[in-house]
């Protein structure tokens, strides 16, 4: 923790910034965070994209454009207190096509994001598969193994068109990652490690810039919000982390390895975040899901 420690992370407002400059208080595995106009292409924002909501004109992208995985996490960290962060996130919920690599086999594509706080991000950020549907029954765990991400982390999982023809798969979920282990809910050489905590079906909701929070408290207690909808939890007691942002693409169009369509993790602030945070203690029966 270079930068000492943090109850509450929030996003800075990046629009000072040249386009593809590093982003202050942030570390990569590959690449660091960078500031992009949303809606000028280049090498770190492969799309067009409107602008962030409430009047912001840049935003954060935490990728590695030469294809792969990335990992980016904060300077701060978290440590046995209240720990939260709240952000307004890009969502691309455009399905994928079939993918095909330089010699024409075709495949499922997919994209793996991760918005988490008191853990940390394996530094490929590799492919999980909480729907089962990437990596699938065969004898392979997710690829994250006992050394992945930890924590609690929204995650969208966004995966393609098989060759096959089997449909398209766009959730975001809630996950507690635990201290690491298996991410492939379809099993593999070991069990299933991660709990989900709740699963948001977006395929039949338009792409566009969404808020999402996650606040723990020092007993565990936690709550997360995606836009106005509230889900609370428990976790473990005693986590110490980063606030770190992830993304891996397994998309290829012929001898293209990472493809225009590809929307990598893309967030911006939020003013005067409320960060939902929780006193010790707190009550959670008094607080209820939004519908």
């Not at 792969?68 to 939260?84: D, H, L, P, Q, Y």
């Not at 995966?159 to 023809?165: D, M």
């Not at 991410?183 to 792409?207: K, M, R, Y």
């Not at 493809?259 to 993790?265: C, F, K, L, N, T």
Request: net charge negative; proline share 6%; with cysteine.
């Amino acid at each position: 923790n270079p930068a000492g420690v943090m109850t509450q992370f929030v996003a800075p407002n990046v629009d000072s910034l040249n386009d593809l400059d590093p982003v202050p208080g942030f570390a990569g595995s590959f690449v660091t965070a960078r500031a992009i106009t949303p809606g000028v292409v280049n090498v770190a924002n492969p799309n067009a994209i409107p602008s962030p909501n409430f009047g912001f004109q840049k935003a954060i992208v935490a990728w590695d454009n030469a294809g792969g995985g990335n990992g980016v996490v904060t300077e701060k960290i978290f440590t046995n207190s209240v720990a939260s962060f709240e952000i307004q996130a890009y969502i691309d919920t455009n399905d994928l096509p079939v993918q095909s690599n330089a010699s024409g086999v075709q495949f499922r594509g997919c994209e793996n994001t991760m918005y988490g706080l008191l853990g940390t991000i394996d530094a490929f950020t590799n492919l999980s598969d909480v729907s089962g549907t990437i990596i699938g029954t065969g004898t392979t765990s997710a690829f994250n193994g006992a050394a992945g991400n930890t924590g609690v982390a929204w995650y969208y999982e966004k995966v393609g068109v098989s060759p096959g023809g089997a449909p398209v798969s766009e959730k975001l979920y809630l996950i507690d990652a635990k201290d690491g282990g298996n991410g492939n809910s379809a099993g593999g050489t070991e069990p299933f490690h991660w709990n989900v905590l709740a699963t948001i079906d977006l395929s039949n909701t338009p792409s566009g810039w969404y808020n999402l929070s996650i606040s723990v408290d020092a007993m565990g207690n936690g709550v997360a919000t995606f836009n106005n909808q509230v889900f609370t939890f428990t976790t473990a007691t005693g986590l110490v982390g980063s606030f770190y942002v992830g993304y891996r693409e397994n998309l290829q169009e012929g001898s293209v390895l990472v493809p225009s369509y590809a929307r990598p993790a893309t967030f911006a602030p939020i003013p005067e975040p409320s960060g939902l945070i929780l006193a010790a203690g707190a009550t959670l029966g008094l607080i209820r899901r939004r519908r």
